[in-house]
């Protein structure tokens, strides 16, 4: 095994996803997870499958490993949260799905968390961007300033463990920053 396929083993990433993730975000990012060793988890808000969103269609179905109400953030290394615009607007209104990102933020500390597309909605609603570079899907961008961010128009941005990207088109340097991102660990946010 090449060092490339063992850089995350023994770690564990939670994909928090709801019907409508934009299926490339949520695919794309757990393929080079997996590739690095890494154990992934789809978390979602009930059991059974989701459905993707892919471009202008409905998709491929994904399995859920874990139902939020009963997942706990001190189990896992990192979280992904996939964009689409109708996954990040569901889970944003989950009281459970909050909770467990919140988790992720902790006495200080940022286990790292990536959201591609729209959600960074998720990050904005739960109050963790004021004063952080981020970047999303341009027509969010006036949102995450609302919310205090300083926003950026590039492929990938990060943030004291918080990896932002803006689009299916990112995701190569997403995967890749996400990657060094979990591979650095806890992050301290001043």
Known sequence: MSDLNSQLNGKKIAILATNGFEQSELLSPRSALL???ALVEVVSLERGDITGWNENQWGERVTVDRVVSEADSTE????????????????????????????????????????ICHGPWLLAEINKLR????????????????????????????DEGIVTSRSPADLEALNRKFIEEIKEGVHRHH
Do not use: H, M
């Open 35 to 37: 590739e690095a060793g």
């Open 131 to 158: 004063d952080r570079k981020v970047t999303s899907y341009p027509s969010i961008k006036t949102d995450l300033i609302n919310a205090g961010a300083n926003w950026v128009d590039q492929e990938v941005c990060v």
């Open 76 to 115: 896992y290394d990192a979280l992904l949260l996939p964009g689409g615009l109708f996954n990040p607007d569901t889970l944003r209104q989950d009281s459970d799905a909050k909770a467990f990102v919140d988790g992720f933020f902790s006495a200080g500390k940022n286990k790292p968390i990536a959201a």
